[in-house]
């Protein structure tokens, strides 16, 4: 089964869901959900609820955001007793599809995870209006019948570049992408200004490989899906100098992480910077040479979102996480403490206040509004 796949990992990230419940209701209140209750008795209801996940081509156990929303419908079924039905996506193909399946289903609401879902949620929820619709990353679609669910992850990226810069032992740190779409380059720009940043305090010149945010161009490997293209951009990546990667590309992170064991093997002493999840639960095989990661607490979010839609509040509001809400978060250091001195991080912690109170501008052309 598929379920056996996946880690049974903590879920990720600092929020309460009782705080998040508070971030992600609307003003409004929806009608009942089929099977909901007007009452807001999140349990009422409950053996008849049937809430729904849709992954993209990465599946359930990418170590990152399609497995992080995964682990939020399970710790929804557990805590709430409600039902659950899950459906992996190989490509795009799988799509449509994967939805009508859920449609057929009656599930009262589906949570489909990735931007590259959108037309086929936004056909999905306009062919059934009785039925409710969450999707991770992506806020393109206004429907009664949708909450969107989108991080400003530019603002962790910040803090994650900063770090990286200020560890880099060769003045040159890299990033690339799987697939050059917003929810990807959000955590580039946001690593690129962070290195920047630090350059401007401190006086350095450390390079940015893989990524100019003026141009938007950069290394992609145009794929979620075959790990080795992450290894390939890495390889490249570490032949140039960079000795902190942080790959933007689900399933691929694991390509990258084994091109840098076997280069620390070879001699060098590189890091890797993960996102989405924190990547020293989600994949320890990488606990040696994780510096940090870029976390967006999906999880939380999901199970938050059925229990106010089982409870009747339904609420198609988009949610946006954001440092000062907890949705996003530059992770421990773990491990790796001890190569961050306590200059540096106390400058994280300036830099996170900063960006909570707008002193500090984080800029990406991708952030959600």
């Not at 609307?26 to 349990?43: I, K, L, Q, T």
Request: aromatic share 6%; hydrophobic share 40%; with cysteine.
């Amino acid at each position: 089964m598929l379920i056996n796949k996946v880690k049974r990992g903590a879920i990720v990230g600092t929020v309460a869901v009782s705080a998040v419940a508070l971030l992600l209701t609307g003003c409004g209140e929806a009608p009942p959900a089929p099977g909901g209750d007007a009452s807001g008795s999140a349990n009422a209801g409950a053996a008849d609820y049937l809430g729904c996940i849709v992954s993209d081509s990465g599946g359930f156990d990418d170590q990152s955001f399609n497995q992080s929303s995964y682990e939020g419908m399970k710790k929804a079924e557990k805590d709430l007793g409600i039902k659950m039905k899950e459906a992996q996506s190989s490509s795009t193909a799988d799509f449509a599809p994967n939805l009508a399946t859920m449609a057929s289903a009656g599930c009262n609401l589906t949570v489909t995870v990735g931007f590259l879902l959108a037309e086929a949620t936004a056909t999905a929820a306009k062919d059934n209006p009785d039925l409710h619709y969450a999707i991770i990353d992506d806020n393109s679609i206004k429907a009664d019948n949708v909450k969107p669910v989108v991080y400003d992850t530019a603002q962790a990226a910040f803090m994650a570049g900063y770090a990286a810069a200020a560890v880099s032992k060769t003045g040159k740190v890299g990033t690339f992408g799987g697939i050059n779409i917003p929810t990807v380059t959000i955590f580039m720009d946001g690593f690129a200004e962070g290195v920047k940043y630090f350059n401007e305090k401190q006086g350095k010149t450390v390079q940015l490989l893989g990524w100019d945010s003026e141009t938007q161009q950069g290394s992609f490997a145009n794929t979620f899906e075959i790990i080795q293209e992450g290894t390939k951009i890495t390889n490249n990546l570490l032949s140039e100098g960079a000795d902190v990667i942080m790959p933007v590309a689900g399933p691929l992170g694991k390509g990258a992480g084994d091109a840098i064991l076997a280069a620390n093997k070879g001699g060098k002493d590189a890091k890797l910077v993960w996102v989405d999840s924190d990547g020293y639960l989600t994949a320890p095989t990488y606990k040696s040479i994780l510096l940090t990661s870029v976390v967006k607490t999906m999880g939380e979010a999901v199970e938050t979102i059925v229990k106010d839609d089982l409870g009747g509040k339904f609420d198609p509001a988009p949610y946006i996480g954001t440092l000062e809400n907890d949705g996003v978060s530059l992770a421990p250091f773990h491990d790796l403490e001890s190569a961050v001195d306590a200059d540096t991080k106390t400058q994280l912690d300036e830099i996170k206040k900063g960006i909570i109170d707008g002193s500090i501008k984080v800029a990406s052309k991708s952030s959600p509004k």
